[in-house]
């Protein structure tokens, strides 16, 4: 079909409006499935023969000595990085690696990297619009002016990263923890399925990060979320289940009182506390 033809022919749906890929299923099992993953860089084993399951709404916490692993998983989970063997599951529809970053990205899964990086030059409400307009699912049907569907979203999410208040604001005047919260609010704007969030309290002040495990754990439920952390008081204050790597494949597994009585686990953090 030619592309004036393609113009005028009303019933002709364009690429762009097509739902950005199918449902994610989680009817028969987790969200998220790791299997026997291996990467190798140089002949160094980062991730070896990981398996890991998250189930959906489940807030899961990743723990693990400096170089550990947890940022190739990460990568890994995202696209970023392609593992040598394994297999990689979003729902029991979704094999992730035979997808690219963009495409994963569209299904659901949304990453938040130590650093926020919010556009300090625009208010926290248009931070909010435009991740919105970045979604593709969304960014046909943004006209000039907001729909109401959409700013009950931005209140929403205001309303979820407690920034109802500061919504006029130039995002480069707030805080730290502020600014972090603008970014969980930004992945929120596309309504994921699965959140990575890495390091989320690195230079937080302790009020920070306590306004931080509340919201993550308010996210939890609506949606799964993978939270690698290295502060160890965080991670008790969420009480999930907590995930233990080392050499890259899973040490131990279980509440934080459980982990940190592990044998294992006491060596391997050699004596620093966990
Ligand atoms: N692109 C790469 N090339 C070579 N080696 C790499 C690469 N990426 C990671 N590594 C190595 O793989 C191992 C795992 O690194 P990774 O960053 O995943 O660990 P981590 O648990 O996130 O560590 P940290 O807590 O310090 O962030 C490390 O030994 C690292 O040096």
Redesign the pocket.
Known sequence: MSLISELTDREHVFDFLTPAASPVDVRHGPILYMEDVTVS??G?R??DELTLTINDGELRCII????????????IITGK?RPDTGSVWFGSRHNLLTMNEPDIASLGIGRKFQKPTVFEALTVFENLELAMAADKRVFPTLTAKLTGEHRERIDEVLEMTGLQELRWRTAGVLSHGQKQWLEIGMLLMQRPRLLLVDEPVAGMTEQEMERTAELLTSLAGKQSVVV?E?DMGFVRSLARTVTV?HQ?SVLAEGSMDEVSKDPKVVEVYLGEGI
């Not at 693990?64 to 990568?75: E, F, I, S, Y």
């Open positions: 860089f140089d160094f980062a991730i693990g000595p400096n170089g550990a692993g947890k940022t190739t998983m990460m990568d990085t690698v290295h790597l890259g």
